[in-house]
């Protein structure tokens, strides 16, 4: 029991992890395999499956509806936006659930959290082995399919005083020919 408690004063709360409000990723791209542009895509669920076969099946501007890789970037690396890149092969979030990565206020890393179809938060497989066998329906959720694996923050592209943050308040994901990239805007 902490000194505070004992003598009757409440203990003070512990603090929340510094997570800036603002640092989700807003927006998804791949480099392709052949020209090395990024192409941006349209949704987190397509960005996932992407993602989780880029080891087997390289990502390439002829995948996107209309694109060659004789049509400019979609988007270009920047100081603009910070990039993150994320690990190739990662498992597509299971159906219903959504991953969620919030950069970290001092842009030291990202931190991962599932939200259930309930819209509960989930912060550790502990919480989603918990959570599926709590609820029976989402059973078939494999537990493997639930990755905790972070991106790499890119320190060339973090504002220089990440205190004061950056104009730019948007996020933006990647995927390259070894690895998938998010990038957030500052």
Known sequence: MKEEEEIG???KPKAKKD???????????????????WRVIDSQEEYEDIRSKMLEDPFNCQKKQGMSCEEP???DYDSSRTWVIDKPGLPKTPKGFKRSL????DYSKMDTYY???????????NEIAAFVEA??????????DFNFTVPKVMEDTVPPDPK????FPSTTTTTSEKSSVKQSHN
Request: hydrophobic letters at 30%; glycine letters at 8%.
């Open 102 to 105: 919030v950069l970290r206020k």
């Open 164 to 167: 004061l943050g950056s104009p």
């Open 19 to 37: 997570v800036a409000p603002g640092r989700l990723i807003d927006t998804y791209a791949a480099q392709c395999d052949n020209c090395h542009k």
């Open 73 to 75: 970037a979609d988007i």
């Open 135 to 144: 609820n029976p329906e989402f059973r078939n959720a494999p537990l493997g």
């Open 9 to 11: 004063k409440p203990a």
């Open 115 to 125: 939200f259930t179809p309930t819209g509960k938060k989930l912060r550790s497989r």
